[in-house]
């Protein structure tokens, strides 16, 4: 399975400024990428996926970005709201996830 | 998209004892996915449970340790057996409702509450 971690475990952002969320996979045969998110004391919810023939997909708010020569995923959400605020991981076309996830939290 | 309830949600348990975990999906699904997640860390993929076949697990996972059922489509368990504090985890069965437009593997993910479980 993968075995590379985020690059952040936290990240503290001011409500309304925009969030970046990295992660890094070494399995090069991942053709697939899927980002979630995790409130607490809930189960993960579906946010955006992303194919490996693409290198960028936007969605309401979200985009995730793709570089397949440095092997590195990222997810960007526009205007950070308090509603954000959650765990964030990605989960790759095997269902395997990279990392321990990033905790994002929204500053009022 | 899928409804998933778990049970339990959590519980707490003796070192040595074994607990079974219940997962009911509100549709028919062919795919269901059993994942642990630790404390502080994302989730692990324990095993692949298909109808009317043996679960497949993941490295590091064994049948004697987490057996696991899927008499129908709708269903299935986890049991984690002769469990001890290691095993205290967030555990959550979730499906794949249906390939994505992209073809097989591609479908999105429906994840549980989850059950945690807490070993003394």
């Known amino acids: 399975g993968e075995n590379v971690g985020l690059h952040l475990p936290t990240l503290s952002v001011q409500e309304g400024d925009n969030s970046i969320i990295n992660c890094a996979y070494s399995?090069?045969?991942?053709?697939?990428f899927i980002w979630y998110k995790q409130e607490s004391g809930k189960g993960p919810q579906f946010i955006i996926d992303i194919r490996s023939n693409m290198d960028k997909r936007q969605g309401q708010r979200v985009t995730v970005l793709l570089n397949k020569t440095v092997k590195h995923l990222s997810l960007q959400i526009a205007a950070t709201q308090p509603g954000d605020s959650a765990v964030y991981f990605c989960?790759?076309?095997?269902?395997?996830?990279f990392g321990a996830g990033t905790t994002v939290t929204v500053r009022a | 998209s899928a409804v998933i309830s778990q049970k339990p949600s959590r519980d707490i348990c003796q070192r040595g004892t074994s607990l079974t975990i219940q997962c009911q999906v509100d549709s028919q699904v062919t795919m269901m996915f059993w994942y642990r997640q630790q404390p502080g860390q994302s989730l692990t993929l324990i095993a692949t449970a298909n109808q009317g076949s043996e679960a497949t697990y993941e490295s590091g996972f064994v049948i004697d340790k987490f057996p696991i059922s899927r008499p129908n489509l709708t269903f299935s368990t986890l049991t984690v057996s002769n469990m001890s504090p290691e095993d205290s985890s967030i555990y959550l069965c979730?499906?794949?409702?249906?390939?994505?437009?992209?073809?097989?593997?591609?479908?999105?993910?429906?994840f549980g509450e989850g059950s945690r479980l807490t070993v003394l």
């Open positions: 399995n090069s045969a991942s053709d697939y």
């Open positions: 979730s499906v794949e409702e249906r390939p994505g437009t992209g073809g097989a593997n591609t479908g999105e993910l429906f």
């Open positions: 989960l790759n076309d095997y269902k395997l996830s």
